[in-house]
């Protein structure tokens, strides 16, 4: 069903189902990083990295508290890129 491929006027032929085709293509591909925070050796043991990344974060969100709602926005996606 999925290899089914329709003509088209003035077209090459193209997928009869082409959104499926994708969404199944990106399930087989992501498949196995979907359920890693089960593996053992994935998971950490501990939150402390995480919870001192938020303490900064806030803490630099406080000091910087009259920006205006754009410069908020971009200055929390600059944060975390900075971070990660």
Known sequence: MLNRRSS????M???????LRSAMHS???????????????CVGLT???I???????EKNLIKHSVMSKE???R???GFF???G
């Open 75 to 77: 200055f929390i996606s």
């Open 47 to 49: 939150n402390n990295k």
């Open 51 to 57: 919870e001192g990344t938020f303490t900064d974060f």
């Open 13 to 19: 032929p193209q997928f009869t189902h082409r959104r």
């Open 81 to 83: 890129l900075a971070v």
């Open 71 to 73: 410069n908020r926005k």
């Open 27 to 41: 399930v087989d591909f992501y498949l196995p990083y979907l359920f890693t925070y089960q593996m053992p050796e």
């Open 8 to 11: 088209l006027k003035s077209r």
